[in-house]
């Protein structure tokens, strides 16, 4: 069986200043948690306000102990990147829930 975990990552950007800025620093979150973690990352909503951004993650695992506690670290990870300006929900299905 497979499991998933979908997770959306709010993010206040209080010091970008721009939407370069916020680009760039968003760019450096999506890279670590595709390399650390194995996500698949994608920026979901705020697109155009510089100090707002909504990620999308998602993480495919055997065994929902094993996805469930990469997404625990995951987060841990987002919280020390972000200390003062993230909130984060997911949700953990298995495949059969999701499609049927």
Do not use: N, Y
Request: glycine content about 8%; charged content about 25%.
């Amino acid at each position: 069986m497979a499991f998933v975990c979908l997770i959306r990552i709010h993010l206040h950007l209080p010091t970008g200043g721009s939407l370069k800025g916020k680009r760039k620093e968003l760019l450096s979150l999506k890279a670590g948690l595709q390399r650390r973690f194995g996500a698949a990352v994608s920026e979901t909503d705020h697109h155009e306000l510089w100090q707002r951004s909504t990620l999308s993650a998602a993480l495919v695992g055997r065994d929902a102990s094993q996805v469930r506690a990469t997404a625990d670290r995951l987060e841990r990870w987002v919280d020390t990147q972000f200390p003062d300006g993230v909130r984060i929900e997911r949700g953990l299905l298995s495949v059969d829930e999701l499609i049927g």
